[in-house]
Every structure is written in structure tokens, then in C-alpha cells.
Nanobody, 120 residues
Framework: QVQLVESGGGLVQPGGSLRLSCAAS????????MAWYRQAPGKQRELVAF???????TYAGTVKGRFTISRDNAKNTVYLQMNSLKPEDTAIYYC??????????????WGQGTQVTVSS
């Protein structure tokens, strides 16, 4: 069994900052790529940031320069530092990880999401 649990969401004023965390637990052999997605009401899920096993990153154009994705392999955790937040960033944020379980093949896993609301 593998679980991804997000934390760090909440209500913040425009221009503020939040740091999201997503910790993976269970019988994990290795974690390859990790990513953050978000989905606002009435909109499709979109990729926010991606980080490879080697540490290379990719960002959506709407967040580039404001968000930073990072990972701590020792803790099986991925982070999303969000600065200069805008109301348009309001959404449920989901973490995703490509995980190989002990004694099994790779597979994609998703967290349950954490709400981020940016409002004055």
C-alpha cells in the first residue's frame, strides 16, 4: 500500500506565500518523477510543476518565476513553494508520484488534494 498525503494548503491574501508538502508512505522501493497539479471549479486539471528523479524541473507558464518545486528523497516528500500568490491560483492542489513499490512494478499515485484559496 502506498499513500500520498498533501498538507500546507489554506487561505492566504494576494501576494502571500504558502508551502505545500506531499509525503509518500508505504512499501516504496523507489520514486521516479513527482509533480503538482491543480484543478479549479469548472476547469480541467492542469500540471503546475514537475520534477524528475535527477532534479530537472518544468513549470506551467502561469506560475513560472513564482513557484518552486523541490524534493527530499530521504523523506519521500515533494514540496511546492508558492510565492506572490494570485486569486487565479485558487484551486485544489494534488501531488502525483511515479512510484515503484517493493516487489512490484511502477505506477502513478495521487494524493487527495489540499485546498488553496487566495483572496483578500
Amino acid at each position: 500500500q502506498v499513500q500520498l498525503v498533501e498538507s500546507g494548503g489554506g487561505l492566504v491574501q494576494p501576494g502571500g506565500s504558502l508551502r505545500l508538502s506531499c509525503a509518500a508512505s508505504g512499501t516504496i522501493f523507489s520514486i521516479n518523477a513527482m509533480a503538482w497539479y491543480r484543478q479549479a471549479p469548472g476547469k480541467q486539471r492542469e500540471l503546475v510543476a514537475f520534477i524528475s528523479s535527477g532534479g530537472s524541473t518544468t513549470y506551467a507558464g502561469t506560475v513560472k518565476g513564482r513557484f518552486t518545486i523541490s524534493r527530499d528523497n530521504a523523506k519521500n516528500t515533494v514540496y511546492l513553494q508558492m510565492n506572490s500568490l494570485k486569486p487565479e491560483d485558487t484551486a485544489i492542489y494534488y501531488c502525483n508520484a511515479d512510484i515503484r513499490r517493493t516487489g512490484a512494478q511502477r505506477g502513478d499515485y495521487w494524493g487527495q488534494g489540499t485546498q488553496v484559496t487566495v483572496s483578500s
